[in-house]
């Protein structure tokens, strides 16, 4: 599976971004597909993940409520839709897959990564 980011840029604390995840390679339903943040000097960290198979989710608390997570079947796209951006939102954004049936916040759990796409919040 290949994971292709987008959408990521600057926005001014209070707004909307969103970002996108486009799904190559395997069958696009079989997937739990993620969304990883890496703040400059920080640890990478779960935000959201959706099991697409049911569609469950689940979010990080930082990001619950302001954050969803949508997919588009027919486009095998994964959307991250972030809304009342803080600067602390800044950090570097993955989408990740996984191959395992259960919902995971692990990073380790997923076995294909996207390229990252920068998201810039200023106050």
């Known amino acids: 599976v290949q994971l292709q980011a987008s959408g990521g840029g600057l926005v001014q604390a209070g707004g909307s971004l969103r970002l996108s995840c486009a799904v190559s390679?395997?069958?696009?339903?079989?997937?739990?597909m993620a969304w990883f943040r890496q703040a400059p000097g920080k640890e990478r960290e779960f935000v959201a993940v959706?099991?697409?198979?049911?569609?469950?989710?689940y979010y990080a608390d930082s990001v619950k409520g302001r954050f969803t997570i949508p997919r588009d079947n027919a486009k095998n796209t994964v959307y991250l839709q972030m809304n009342s951006l803080s600067p602390e939102d800044t950090a570097v954004y993955y989408c990740?897959?996984?191959?395992?049936?259960?919902?995971?916040?692990?990073?380790?759990?997923?076995?294909?990564w996207g390229q990252g796409t920068l998201v810039t919040v200023s106050s």
């Open positions: 990740a897959a996984s191959t395992i049936v259960a919902i995971t916040t692990t990073p380790t759990m997923y076995n294909a």
């Open positions: 390679g395997g069958t696009f339903s079989s997937y739990v």
């Open positions: 959706i099991r697409l198979s049911g569609g469950r989710t």
